[in-house]
Each structure stands twice: as C-alpha cells, then as structure tokens.
Nanobody, 124 residues
C-alpha cells in the first residue's frame, strides 16, 4: 500500500550538486524513519543516510559525511537528499526507504518500504 517514488537523478560533472526527492503515498509518512541507500553497478546496496520522524536525528555514512544532507518535509510527504561536491564514486542508483516503527537505522534489512530508485551518474 505504501509507495515511494524517487526523482531528481541525472548526469552531472564531478564537483557539481544534485538534489534527490522521494515522495510517499498510502501511509503515515510522519511516523516513518526514512533513509537513502545506493547501489553501484555490480555491488551490494549500501547505506547513505537516515533521518528520524521529525528530522531531529540524522546520520550519514562516512563516505558522504560533510557533502550530503538529508532532510524531510512531512507536510509534503517528502524526504530529500542534497548532494554536494559529487565524486565519480557517488555514481549509483539511489533508493529511498521507510521504516514504519520510526527507527532510523543504518542497515537495509529493517526498512519496510522501498522506492524504485533513481540513477545518479557523475562524470570526471
């Protein structure tokens, strides 16, 4: 019933910025912890960032800390990922995920709902 749809991916040059959005429907968005994961070609899905229900807690993977910022707008049922100073190694499909119990966790297994992903490609 819960559907997550990502948008905002594209092709950019190293050093550029991009903002991803994920809009939820069919559930109580403000009750969910939200997260972003990514998966590069031929690799396993890895954690990027997570945010608590009201945005009071955020956590980032070391690889993106200081460059990426997660935020949410509960009135719009949307979570964002602002990506600055992009690197070639950031190239991946980016997925948003929702955890219905409100636990902001840096592992994929507890998350209940997933989006279809949006491609981010960073060229040098």
């Amino acid at each position: 019933q819960v559907q997550l749809v990502e948008s905002g991916g594209g092709l950019v040059q190293a050093g550029d910025s991009l903002r991803l959005s994920c809009t939820a429907s069919g559930g109580a968005f403000s009750n969910y912890a939200m997260a972003w994961f990514r998966q590069a070609s031929g690799t396993e899905r890895e954690f990027v960032s997570t945010i608590s229900r009201n945005g009071g807690y955020t956590f980032y993977a070391d690889s993106v800390k200081g460059r990426f910022t997660i935020s949410r707008d509960n009135a719009m049922n949307t979570v964002y990922l602002q990506m600055n100073s992009l690197k070639v190694e950031d190239t991946a499909i980016y997925y948003c995920a929702a955890e219905k119990s409100g636990h902001a966790i840096n592992l994929p297994s507890p998350y209940d709902y997933w989006g279809q992903g949006t491609q981010v490609t960073v060229s040098s």
